[in-house]
């Protein structure tokens, strides 16, 4: 059951993302000039991942765990993985963990970048 709550919420969270991804581009213009539509993906899944996770600490609607499933991990992790991030992140910091979480975003963001130029070169080479 689990894993149908986490489908219904990616479902919703990844149609919300393209669908205010492509309405930001469309009136943005240019999205490989600066990607407006991921960058307000990305702050607006923090900030909701933020509210829904102080609602989840703080006892309110849906601390029963299939909501959790559901918005949290569902909904907000199909909208945006940064959100998730971002949570990691300030739990980390707010852990006193400030080492590991500044290491947590160092690695993820230059390990990420480069992941993904190998994958573009792989990729690359193997259309020739």
Same mark, same amino acid.
């Given at each position: 059951?689990? +894993?149908?709550? /986490?489908?219904?919420?990616? $479902?919703?969270?990844?149609?919300?993302?393209?669908? /205010?991804?492509?309405?930001?581009?469309?009136? @943005?213009? %240019?999205?490989?000039? $600066?990607?407006?539509?991921?960058?307000? /993906?990305?702050?607006?899944? @923090?900030?909701?991942?933020?509210?829904?996770?102080?609602? *989840? &600490?703080?006892? &309110? @609607?849906?601390? %029963?765990?299939?909501?959790?499933?559901?918005?949290? &991990?569902? *909904?907000?992790?199909? +909208?945006?993985?940064? @959100?998730?991030?971002?949570?990691?992140?300030?739990?980390?910091?707010?852990?006193?963990?400030?080492?590991?979480? *500044?290491? +947590? *975003? /160092?690695?993820?963001?230059? =390990?990420?970048? =480069?992941?993904?130029?190998?994958?573009?070169?792989?990729?690359?080479? =193997?259309?020739?």
């Amino acid at each position: 059951m689990e +894993y149908l709550w /986490v489908g219904i919420g990616g $479902f919703i969270g990844a149609n919300a993302r393209f669908i /205010v991804g492509r309405w930001i581009g469309g009136r @943005s213009g %240019d999205t490989l000039a $600066f990607p407006v539509g991921t960058l307000l /993906v990305n702050i607006t899944g @923090s900030l909701l991942i933020g509210l829904a996770l102080a609602l *989840v &600490v703080g006892k &309110v @609607s849906f601390a %029963d765990p299939a909501w959790r499933l559901l918005v949290i &991990v569902g *909904v907000l992790g199909g +909208y945006t993985t940064f @959100s998730a991030f971002s949570a990691e992140t300030v739990l980390l910091i707010e852990d006193g963990r400030t080492g590991a979480a *500044v290491t +947590y *975003v /160092v690695a993820t963001n230059l =390990l990420g970048l =480069l992941a993904c130029f190998m994958g573009l070169a792989a990729g690359r080479a =193997l259309l020739r």
